[in-house]
């Protein structure tokens, strides 16, 4: 995710980082060309007069324009769903954790020091690895081995062989809330309130699956990309006539406009990757790191992610 303060003036054309430029680039210089050759041959192909009118263009640039504005409002739609429910994961952590530690009873205090062998360490440290875990499958990436600390040996050994890593974590949480009721040191009305912390993380997850899972129907991309394409590449024909010489810069400037809400639309719709307008699902997932951790008075508290190039991942 690109975090600046906005540019003022002439800075703001400049700009590369985060703008989808780079993506397009190719297919406007191309554009640009065909609109410059247009230009120059006055609209003749093959000494054949290529004769359109801006009527054809106007009826077909508003409906194209309003559609590819309508995409984007869909492609937005699950990014702001996907950082909504990456929302409820941070809360949901730190609720889990203090339930655990204000309910769960033990004849000393809870701290990291205890190890793993404590339930409520091993829960919040479970915590953890569950949101880095959601964050590498949604991600599609392996298992980051700086995991293996938060969990017991035999633990990660069994991870390893799950498909579905943290639904795997959340049936561990499952097992020891069972132990700590069968022990008699949680009161079955409190783990009814535990219990449905784990429900909304699991459903966290399974929306930001969903989103994962089912794009954009790819009739309806093709559609618009096709359509963007072929109205900006038979655009020149319709301009040269008209307004002459200035046909590759107008040229120009509708091909970024419409070529760019396009490639917007695509990249902003897989909100979980790596890209530079992508969520920052590892900074988020550091944020609930070293929430937890200092509520295990843990020494090992890792800094909170900055912006690199103004990009946070």
């Avoid at 995710?1 to 993506?23: A, E, Y």
């Amino acid at each position: 995710m690109i975090v600046r303060d906005r540019p003022s003036g002439f800075k703001m054309f400049l700009l590369l980082r985060g703008s989808i430029l780079p993506r397009i680039l190719p297919s406007l210089l191309a554009t640009t060309l065909i609109a410059t050759f247009v230009t120059m041959t006055h609209g003749d192909l093959f000494s054949v007069k290529i004769t359109l009118t801006t009527i054809p263009f106007t009826l077909i640039g508003l409906p194209l324009a309003i559609f590819l504005g309508f995409r984007n409002s869909t492609a937005y739609d699950r990014y702001w769903e996907g950082r909504k429910l990456w929302g409820e994961l941070v809360h949901r952590s730190r609720s889990l954790t203090r339930q655990c530690l204000s309910l769960i009873t033990s004849a000393e205090p809870v701290k990291a020091s205890l190890g793993l062998s404590d339930v409520r360490v091993r829960i919040v440290y479970r915590t953890i690895a569950y949101n880095h875990a959601l964050r590498l499958q949604l991600r599609g990436e392996p298992m980051e081995t700086e995991l293996q600390s938060l969990l017991v040996a035999s633990e990660w050994q069994q991870m390893q062989k799950a498909s579905n890593k943290p639904d795997f974590l959340m049936r561990k949480m499952g097992e020891d809330l069972g132990a700590c009721l069968h022990a008699r040191r949680i009161d079955p009305c409190l783990l009814a309130a535990i219990d449905t912390t784990l429900s909304a993380m699991t459903g966290a997850a399974g929306g930001c699956e969903r989103i994962k899972s089912t794009p954009i129907p790819f009739s309806y991309t093709l559609l618009l990309h096709r359509t963007a394409y072929l109205y900006c590449f038979l655009l020149p024909f319709g301009l040269v006539d008209t307004i002459g010489f200035m046909t590759p810069f107008v040229v120009a400037i509708v091909a970024y406009t419409f070529f760019g809400l396009d490639a917007l639309g695509d990249e902003i719709e897989e909100p979980f990757g790596n890209d530079a307008n992508d969520l920052p699902l590892t900074a988020i997932c550091r944020t609930i790191e070293i929430n937890l951790r200092e509520s295990l008075d843990d020494d090992q508290i890792p800094e909170p992610l900055t912006p690199v190039n103004f990009c946070l991942t």
